[in-house]
């Protein structure tokens, strides 16, 4: 069988490229629907040469039980964060945790796992003391910040919880993170994103120098950037798994760098990330369709944080993203039924077959899985449960209340108030066509009486 009908039957029989182009296929133009297949296997089948040519293509060994005997004695530790997703008064309080999974399979029972709460935060983790309560009067906007704002809460602090156990001088062998070691900071580029407090930067970075507090030195940039160079000298490695791909790092820099070396046509760059543009074709796409079940792709160097997006043109931090470290990306595919997971890291592995085989490992312990099961582990230790976020909103607005009695406020007496007093609107009071269900219960009501 050729490559190019073999590739179009693993398209057919086990690709989310081809599950994520049948749910489009509705909208898609005939020409489209009929051209996916050709298109599809052509840009498969481009990739697949570079990536031999390159010797990128490596086999992993997995043997079950005999892997676990010789790696029993390797301690690992799984990082995760959570934040409250229930929003409360103010845009500035948030409640936070970033937890810790450590294992060590060959400890005795009490010492072989257990979990840390390893970095905790409620309170005002964001100054109000900028425009970002100024910026905007639109809610869109308002609920976009806000987002924006958790997502960086999390990153933050996950990314310090690693640096927290550097600084620790904890013994492990691995240490995995839930998500990339390295977020895309653009979207905390934005004007009128907000600093961090001075109380919550002397928590996260207790070596952060006094002398960089100023309001510049505590914006997101900044203290993310110090955190990741401090991941980066750490001395037991650090990766970043990925559970799905939504985009396309390791094949775009790969086509960049053969159109660097004249390998391929600039013109053929050009129509290839065209085609994967359009279709919207990512990582996960092509390497399900290319690699088989245990085999893993050496990592290239990716640069994250590229300058001259439109959102940051002209932004000041557009010089200081030239700064931040270069992400290693590699992929593994656990199993023919899973996605290969993406794995990051800030250097260059020096164990990388042993590295991508514990991952292999880790990952397989669960049928079917796919992903380092110890990842999933903490995913629910850390997340903020729903009757935490509530109890946690009516102790602040309960707060609120006594403050505002005590200094005899009427109007933050009367908000408190129906605070603590909201409830949801019930499904029942809700109108069908302009008319309430109560209405319409009393019009039979005396349609039965007439």
């Avoid at 070691?181 to 004007?191: D, N, Q």
């Avoid at 914006?219 to 110090?226: P, T």
């Avoid at 369709?289 to 590229?306: D, F, H």
Wanted: glycine share 4%.
């Amino acid at each position: 069988m050729s490559n190019e009908t073999d590739i179009k039957n693993k398209i057919k029989s086990n690709s989310s490229l081809f599950t994520n182009f049948v749910k489009n296929a509705v909208s898609a133009s005939p020409k489209v629907q009929n051209n996916f297949l050709d298109v599809s296997t052509q840009v498969a089948l481009t990739v697949q040469k570079i990536l031999e040519d390159a010797d990128l293509i490596t086999n992993l060994e997995y043997k079950g039980k005999d892997f676990w005997s010789e790696n029993k004695c390797k301690t690992s530790c799984f990082v995760d964060g959570g934040v409250d997703k229930t929003s409360i008064i103010s845009s500035a309080p948030l409640s936070i945790r970033t937890g810790s999974y450590i294992v060590k399979p060959d400890a005795a029972d009490k010492n072989r796992e257990f979990f840390e709460e390893s970095m905790v935060f409620l309170g005002d983790l964001y100054d109000p003391k900028n425009e970002l309560y100024d910026f905007a009067e639109d809610d869109f906007d308002e609920d976009q910040m806000l987002n924006k704002k958790k997502d960086g809460a999390r990153i933050i602090f996950e990314a310090v919880t690693i640096v927290k156990h550097i600084l620790l001088n904890r013994k492990f062998d691995y240490c995995f993170l839930h998500g990339p070691i390295e977020a895309t900071v653009m979207p905390f580029t934005v004007m009128g994103f907000p600093t961090f407090t001075k109380f919550a930067v002397e928590n996260m970075l207790p070596f952060y120098s006094k002398n960089k507090l100023n309001v510049e030195a505590r914006h997101f940039i900044n203290v993310y950037l110090e955190a990741l160079n401090s991941i980066k000298k750490s001395k037991f490695p650090i990766y970043g798994i990925v559970e799905t791909s939504n985009s396309a790092p390791y094949i775009k820099n790969l086509l960049f760098n053969y159109k660097s070396k004249g390998t391929i046509s600039e013109k053929d760059f050009k129509n290839t990330l065209a085609t994967i543009k359009k279709y919207k074709i990512t990582d996960s796409h092509l390497l399900e369709i290319i690699l088989s079940s245990g085999q893993a792709l050496k990592p290239i160097e990716v640069k994250k944080q590229i300058q001259g997006f439109t959102v940051t043109a002209g932004s000041a931090w557009e010089e200081k993203m030239e700064r931040f470290p270069k992400v290693y990306i590699g992929y593994v595919k656990v199993n023919d039924n899973q996605a290969p997971i993406r794995i990051e890291s800030l250097n260059n592995p020096k164990n990388l077959i042993k590295d991508y085989e514990y991952i292999l490992g880790t990952s397989r312990l669960l049928p079917n899985y796919g992903f380092p099961v110890g990842l999933n582990i903490v995913d629910k230790f850390a997340k903020i449960p729903n009757w935490m976020s509530k109890a946690s909103r009516k102790y602040y607005a309960t707060h609120l209340l006594r403050q505002a009695i005590k200094n005899k406020d009427q109007n933050t007496i009367s908000l408190a108030v129906k605070i603590l007093a909201k409830k949801a609107r019930s499904w029942r009071n809700r109108p069908i066509g302009g008319i309430s269900r109560w209405s319409i219960q009393i019009i039979g009501n005396q349609s039965e009486q007439s």
